[in-house]
């Protein structure tokens, strides 16, 4: 994990920790970003905080700018039937990253075979050379605890490791900035 992962990992965890803190990162994200790494976010990238839920997850496409040859191939290695299946698909396919970003639980359910629990909702949202998001997990119940699994997708700081749980699935993908 790199000092800028570390320096992303304790924003989520002070967001998840403080409303007040959070509503700003939510509110002002690059100003935010800025000031709690200490580094100048690129001229012209805009940061997008969104939060996830409890029957709301986010599946990131990354910007074609951010897909090297060696990660393209590593997506494409643990393609097999999951959701790196998706991304490399979108990456190759625009009018599939259309469909994928305008309807992902059908396009789940007819790629996948996964039918999402009621309720389940999955958003994507495509990266660009402008735009970055950052997911914050789902927040959690007052006086809980992450579990191991939500602390690693933590550690990741939201550019990266995103886990989504599909009843009993737990499928990590790595994508844009790792």
Same mark, same amino acid.
């Given at each position: 994990?790199?000092?800028?992962?570390?320096?992303? =990992?304790? $924003?989520?965890?002070?967001?998840?920790?403080?409303?007040?803190?959070?509503?700003? +990162?939510?509110?002002?994200?690059?100003?935010?970003i800025?000031?709690?790494?200490? =580094?100048? +976010?690129?001229?012209? /990238?805009?940061?997008? $905080?969104?939060?996830?839920?409890?029957?709301?997850?986010? %599946?990131?496409?990354?910007?074609?700018s951010?897909?090297?040859? =060696?990660? %393209?191939?590593?997506?494409?290695?643990?393609?097999?039937?999951?959701?790196?299946?998706?991304i490399?698909?979108?990456i190759?396919?625009?009018?599939?990253?259309?469909?994928?970003?305008?309807?992902?639980?059908?396009?789940?359910?007819?790629?996948?075979?996964?039918?999402?629990?009621?309720g389940?909702?999955?958003? /994507?949202?495509?990266?660009?050379?402008? $735009?970055?998001?950052?997911? +914050?997990?789902?927040?959690?119940?007052?006086?809980?605890?992450?579990?191991?699994? =939500?602390?690693?997708?933590?550690?990741?700081?939201?550019?990266?490791?995103?886990?989504?749980?599909?009843?009993?699935?737990?499928?990590?993908?790595?994508?844009?900035k790792?």
């Amino acid at each position: 994990m790199t000092d800028e992962d570390n320096k992303i =990992e304790q $924003v989520i965890i002070q967001a998840l920790d403080d409303e007040g803190f959070k509503q700003e +990162l939510i509110s002002n994200p690059n100003t935010v970003i800025e000031q709690e790494t200490g =580094e100048k +976010l690129p001229e012209g /990238v805009e940061i997008r $905080v969104v939060q996830e839920t409890s029957n709301t997850r986010y %599946l990131l496409l990354p910007s074609h700018s951010d897909i090297t040859p =060696e990660k %393209l191939e590593q997506l494409r290695q643990g393609a097999a039937g999951d959701f790196s299946s998706l991304i490399v698909r979108a990456i190759e396919d625009e009018a599939f990253k259309q469909e994928l970003i305008s309807d992902p639980n059908g396009v789940i359910e007819r790629e996948l075979g996964i039918q999402l629990p009621s309720g389940a909702q999955l958003r /994507v949202l495509a990266q660009d050379a402008n $735009v970055e998001y950052l997911v +914050l997990p789902p927040q959690p119940a007052p006086d809980s605890e992450l579990s191991e699994e =939500e602390l690693e997708a933590v550690a990741g700081g939201g550019w990266c490791g995103r886990t989504f749980k599909v009843t009993t699935l737990s499928i990590a993908i790595c994508i844009g900035k790792c």
